[in-house]
């Protein structure tokens, strides 16, 4: 059974950092693209930033030049460095992972910024 453990959510300052990571355990193989999503209250799910197997990455207008994705195959990670946070990034933090064409989703990790 595959799970998504994230780990990393905190309450911070604006204009500071935050890294989280999100293991992959259990059947590993196959892992194909791996992100994060956000969740800010009352609003919808949205995409944070992506990366493929092969490292490729693509990130919402709203997080370029601030928020890194990186992953480590080894280890069956994905991590997002979040540097500049701001009040809007606010949320419920969601790591996915797709499998052979299906997803899967993480808990969630909850990010407070505090202006």
């Known amino acids: 059974q595959v799970q998504l453990v994230e780990s990393g959510g905190g309450l911070v300052q604006a204009g500071e950092s935050l890294n989280l990571s999100c293991a992959v355990t259990g059947s590993v193989f196959g892992i194909g693209a791996m992100g994060w999503y956000r969740q800010a209250p009352e609003k919808q799910r949205e995409l944070v930033a992506t990366?493929?197997?092969?490292?490729?990455?693509n990130y919402a207008d709203s997080v370029k030049g601030r928020f890194t994705i990186s992953r480590d195959n080894a280890k069956n990670t994905v991590y997002l460095q979040m540097n500049s946070l701001k009040s809007e990034d606010t949320g419920v933090y969601y790591c996915?992972?797709?499998?052979?064409?299906?997803?899967?989703w993480g808990k969630g990790t909850l990010v407070t910024i505090s202006s």
């Open positions: 990366i493929t197997g092969g490292g490729g990455t």
């Open positions: 996915n992972m797709n499998r052979w064409g299906v997803p899967y």
